[in-house]
């Protein structure tokens, strides 16, 4: 699987330049060749996968997001400058970008479950909102909340972790995050109220 993975990101991308110092932990992507990018994409593929199967339960999904951040590495490798480790800098992008994906599935479940239910939301035409319209609005949403509170909204929503382990990982105390979480949710309930029905709502939030 792994050297499928490698040959799909080749294949989409022949023009193949020099990396310089890819042994250091400072790896400015300005000039890169091929052989230095193989080596980068050996040596932490697999740890990436395993990280991102942790956190989506989808074999599938972690090896298309994983293939993904390497290929817009090489992309941008002109323009990239990689100033930490480069495990750091792979690992933080699985992060986020699993984050994104967790987002997203959950707007689409959302959007699913309260299509299934035919609520008749005729005052406002939420039911013929497209799921597309329905992530924009949430992401939108989530932009608007102070960092510390979308930190741990999207620590318990999308990476399911309880209130004691957001508060290990960002080292605050467990009143500090249902602090948070509880401000994140009265914000998110105002900025969203308007825009949806209550069932949609309470699906996308899980309140």
């Known amino acids: 699987m792994q050297a499928l993975s490698e040959a799909s990101i080749f294949e989409r991308d022949s023009r193949f330049r020099s990396m310089a110092n890819a042994t250091g932990n ?15 994409f ?25 293939q993904n951040i390497f290929l817009k590495l090489w992309e941008k490798k002109d323009s990239i400058q990689v100033e930490k480790s480069m495990a750091s800098y792979l690992y933080r992008a699985v992060h986020n970008d699993s984050i994104n994906y967790l987002q997203h599935q959950k707007v689409k479940e959302a959007h699913l479950a309260y299509q299934g ?3 008749n939301n005729s ?9 597309e319209e329905l992530d924009r609005k949430l992401e939108k949403a989530l932009q608007t909340l102070p960092e510390g509170c979308r930190n741990v909204f ?51 939030l899980n309140l």
Request: aromatic share 6%.
């Open 117 to 119: 239910r035919n609520v």
């Open 26 to 40: 400072t790896i400015p992507l300005t000039v890169s060749n091929r052989a230095i990018f193989e080596k980068i």
């Open 42 to 66: 050996k040596e932490h593929f697999k740890g990436l996968h395993a990280y991102a199967y942790t956190m989506l339960k989808d074999s599938q999904a972690a090896e298309d997001i994983v």
């Open 154 to 204: 999207l620590m318990s929503r999308f990476e399911n972790l309880k209130y004691h382990e957001i508060a290990s990982k960002l080292e605050i105390s467990i009143k500090t995050v249902e602090n948070q979480m509880g401000k994140a949710l009265r914000l998110l309930r105002s900025e969203l109220a308007d825009l949806l029905p209550a069932i949609l709502l309470t699906l996308l």
């Open 123 to 131: 005052n406002n035409g939420a039911e013929n909102m497209s799921y």
